[in-house]
């Protein structure tokens, strides 16, 4: 039984090249949240996706970010224009559908550097 | 504003020592809890949480965890530590209304010295 699958697990990019995250949810998971961890800090929430919907994406940064979960494949995590400020580890989770307070389960991560 | 806290941020300590880590939150309304570990390079994996009932929950690898609502306190604790469980831990705090918008603590790196 599969978890959430993230790729690349490990991503360098130039300042101002395009990143691109991918998120496969753990089987029977219809919902993704993508968070961020910037060293020395906890995970902040950035987005929520349904299949073909964004629910909640309070916390993605205005510009450059960008994120869909289309009605097949992963779901996309997607920084334009790089900076220095991006370099972290962005981490995946999943959860069913339904109840209110169902656990979310993470992916192993994806670390971007930017140089 | 919702917030959870971890206090302490290094924690060093020897095999088969006592462990207890601390957690407070600050929320308007019900609030559903969790510890996360997250080893080396890996995922976070869920080590326990709270949603109800019984304020002292059971989690994996011997780890649990006390609510204490008066004190607005999760803190994780563990009787004996193993050189193992060297990681960080993160407690995590979500709203019964909307449980994915997960707050997260700064973290607390563990190191278990052999």
């Known amino acids: 039984n599969a978890g959430v699958m993230q790729n690349p697990r490990h991503l360098v990019r130039r300042r101002g090249q395009e990143a691109r995250l991918r998120c496969s949810p753990m089987?029977?998971?219809?919902?993704v949240y993508w968070y961020r961890q910037l060293p020395e800090e906890g995970l902040k929430f950035m987005v929520y996706l349904q299949k073909e919907n964004i629910i909640d994406e309070s916390g993605m940064p205005k510009e450059r970010f960008s994120a869909e979960f289309p009605k097949e494949g992963p779901s996309i995590l997607r920084i334009q224009q790089v900076v220095r400020g991006d370099s972290a580890a962005y981490f995946c989770?999943?959860?069913?559908?339904?109840?209110?307070?169902?656990?979310?389960?993470f992916g192993e991560g994806s670390w971007l550097t930017v140089v | 504003a919702q917030s959870v806290s971890q206090h302490n941020h290094h924690v060093i300590l020897s095999e088969a020592a006592s462990l207890e880590l601390g957690c407070n939150y600050s929320y308007g309304g019900t609030v559903n809890l969790f510890w996360y570990v997250q080893y080396p390079g890996q995922h976070l994996q869920l080590l326990l949480k709270?949603?109800?009932?019984?304020?002292l929950v059971k989690g994996i690898k011997g780890f649990e965890a006390e609510f204490i609502k008066s004190k607005f306190s999760f803190n994780l604790r563990k009787p004996s530590v193993q050189w193992s469980d060297t990681a960080e831990y993160f407690c995590?705090?979500?709203?019964?209304?909307?449980?994915?918008?997960?707050?997260f603590g700064t973290g607390t790196r563990l190191k278990v010295l052999a």
């Open positions: 989770a999943s959860s069913r559908p339904g109840t209110v307070g169902n656990t979310i389960y």
């Open positions: 089987k029977g998971h219809s919902h």
């Open positions: 709270y949603f109800s009932g019984d304020p």
């Open positions: 995590a705090g979500g709203s019964t209304s909307g449980t994915y918008k997960y707050i």
